[in-house]
């Protein structure tokens, strides 16, 4: 069993468009997380939510919009995609109050907008 | 705020040898200190990790690592470097408690090349 998927792995689009990356973890964890990996594979946090409440929204433009209908899964919806969005997406998961716990994550979906 | 440096971006070493990957950390509280291993379009796996109590953590494959508090270092090691050690290498910060909610700060990763 898969203990972080996210669908679809690749995702190739125009620019403009509207594209949504799915997730879901069956670890019973309460958090998730959305991190971002770019050409130089730096690996930087987006959002996080804990029981399906935002607790982290770093400086990400407003075309980026996370949905969690429940603990298990989160949802990363982009608006009017740009060449600048391409890039690996991650989703992760933990324990929020279990601190020293690891997160555990995706296999990632590589986003390239043409 | 917390900060991770990996010095070297690029690693290469024969197979068999010493492989040891360099983190430096920045916290102003104690730190969890996490190494993950990525492969060729992978996710990141888990090697070690840090929380508390020994400061010399042991992990998957062979790799093990250091936390020297006064150095703020965390250094990854492995005695012996074998071909499926190739990939790129994450340091990765994580503040206890506090408003982080977990997240995780990584540094620039350093990809490991090992030649026979």
């Known amino acids: 069993d898969t203990a972080v998927s996210q669908t679809p792995k690749y995702l190739v689009t125009q620019m403009g468009n509207d594209k949504s990356i799915k997730c879901e973890q069956n670890?019973?964890?309460?958090?998730m997380y959305w991190y971002k990996q770019d050409s130089k594979k730096f690996l930087k946090i987006m959002f996080s939510?804990?029981?399906?409440?935002?607790?982290i929204n770093e400086t990400v433009p407003n075309r980026f919009s996370p949905k969690s209908p429940d603990k298990a899964h989160l949802n990363l919806h982009i608006n009017s995609l740009e060449l600048g969005d391409s890039a690996v997406y991650f989703c992760?998961?933990?324990?929020?109050?279990?601190?020293?716990?690891?997160?555990?994550f995706g296999q990632g979906t590589r986003l390239t907008v043409v | 705020a917390q900060s991770v440096t990996q010095l070297g971006s690029h690693v290469s070493v024969s197979e068999g040898a010493l492989v040891l990957l360099r983190c430096n950390y920045s916290?102003?509280?104690?730190?969890?200190l996490f190494w993950y291993v990525q492969y060729p379009n992978q996710g990141l796996q888990l090697l070690l990790k840090?929380?508390?109590?020994?400061?010399l953590v042991k992990g998957i494959n062979g790799f093990e690592a250091e936390f020297k508090k006064s150095e703020t270092s965390f250094h990854l090691t492995k005695p012996s470097a074998h071909m499926s050690d190739a990939a790129e290498y994450f340091c990765?910060?994580?503040?206890?408690?506090?408003?982080?909610?977990?997240?995780?700060?990584f540094g620039q990763g350093t990809i490991l090349t090992v030649h026979p």
């Open positions: 916290s102003s509280v104690p730190p969890y």
């Open positions: 939510y804990n029981n399906k409440e935002l607790i």
């Open positions: 990765a910060v994580r503040t206890a408690g506090g408003t982080s909610y977990g997240k995780l700060t």
């Open positions: 670890l019973g964890h309460d958090t």
């Open positions: 992760a998961s933990s324990h929020y109050l279990q601190g020293m716990a690891e997160a555990f």
């Open positions: 840090y929380t508390t109590g020994a400061t």
